[in-house]
């Protein structure tokens, strides 16, 4: 089934009927007002208000964001922005984000590569925009991870393409018909310090040195990368969340009342980062 991560819920009262759809926002463009860049902006804002409560931003407001490098014409009719424009209206709209050239995925963190970057922020319901093939952008909003745990394992994102419509599937990211994907673009709310690959880094560490000191011998061994007694190296799940959410949910997952008790007393920034 499809892993639809980034839903949001929207009210709406009609004839005094409260009614409520959940989904990922869409919206597609003009070609004047709005371009696919401004429409990805959009629809990564309107997500932040619904599930965030960030501030309600319109198309026209988002156009008018964009910083002009020239200083020269108007938001309209829109050329189309660049990657730092891009960049930047995301800034401006209180979402700064990470920026992965992905053109050559050598380009990337060291050991990453591109659905690795992209599934750690659709895992924690942050979308993230797509810059393909020099002329085009649209937003991932989920994924489905198709036989997994298998050596056929592999990744079908899902995305939002003003020119194609909503919740499109991408079976082979590799070789998509918009060309390929060149940057990574994370918009995320200011208090995320820590890029996702840095904090899965010292989780899965911290996870591997707890294991070693383990009393535990099968502890140690399924952290134990190296066998080549066929069984799959284990993979690591990383999420960024709210502490107070966190907090909040640690007593649904099975955790020892006196662990709940000591994570609730401990002083946590906004947001911190779960490596599973």
């Not at 966190?246 to 955790?255: N, S």
Request: net charge negative.
């Amino acid at each position: 089934a499809n892993e639809f991560t980034c839903p949001t819920s929207a009210r709406v009262n009609v004839f005094a009927a409260p009614m409520a759809v959940r989904s990922a926002p869409f919206m597609a463009q003009d070609s004047q007002l709005g371009v696919c860049a401004h429409m990805t902006l959009w629809v990564v804002s309107q997500h932040h208000h619904l599930a965030y409560g960030r501030e309600r931003r319109t198309a026209g407001d988002i156009a008018e964001l964009i910083p002009n490098d020239l200083g020269l014409g108007r938001p309209a009719p829109s050329s189309g922005l660049t990657v730092d424009q891009l960049a930047a209206g995301c800034r401006a709209l209180g979402l700064p984000a990470l920026v992965y050239k992905c053109k050559d995925q050598g380009d990337l963190p060291d050991g990453e590569q591109i659905p690795g970057v992209a599934c750690r922020y659709l895992n924690s319901g942050m979308p993230v925009i797509v810059a393909a093939g020099g002329h085009h952008a649209f937003t991932l909003v989920g994924y489905q991870r198709v036989d997994a745990g298998t050596e056929d394992e592999r990744i079908h994102f899902i995305r939002q393409d003003d020119e194609s419509g909503p919740y499109q599937l991408v079976e082979d990211f590799a070789h998509d018909v918009h060309g390929p994907w060149e940057w990574l673009i994370v918009p995320l709310p200011t208090k995320v310090f820590v890029p996702g690959e840095v904090a899965e880094s010292l989780g899965r560490e911290q996870l591997r040195e707890t294991a070693r000191q383990s009393t535990d011998a099968s502890a140690v061994r399924f952290f134990d990368d190296t066998s080549d007694d066929g069984v799959r190296p284990i993979s690591f799940r990383s999420t960024v969340i709210r502490s107070n959410l966190f907090k909040a949910k640690l007593g649904q997952r099975g955790f020892a009342p006196d662990v709940v008790a000591a994570y609730r007393r401990l002083p946590l920034p906004r947001w911190v980062w779960v490596i599973e």
